[in-house]
């Protein structure tokens, strides 16, 4: 009986496995981002508030009697010195 080991074999265990690993770790944050968002559109539904804010926050949408200022805050020292 003779057995014929291969580093080919091996080495294409081991990038599946680690692209397996990957892979998992992605289906976990998609699931995750997936459970927010319905329960973020829940909460539209339920609240017809949720969206007139949506569309505030996003679309940057105003009532017609309203006025919307924009305020950027100033970065402070440390900030500025770490852009230049």
Do not use: C, W
Not at 30 to 35: D, F, G, L, N, Q
Request: aromatic share 8%; hydrophobic share 30%; no cysteine.
């Amino acid at each position: 009986m003779i057995f014929v080991f291969s580093d080919h074999n091996l080495l294409q265990t081991y990038k599946r496995s680690k692209r397996i690993s990957g892979l998992k770790k992605e289906l976990r944050r998609a699931r995750e981002s997936y459970r927010q968002d319905s329960i973020r559109l829940e909460e539209i539904r339920s609240n017809k508030d949720g969206v007139e804010q949506i569309a505030r926050e996003r679309f940057m949408m105003k009532a017609p009697d309203e006025q919307v200022f924009l305020v950027e805050d100033k970065p402070n020292e440390k900030d500025k010195g770490q852009s230049q």
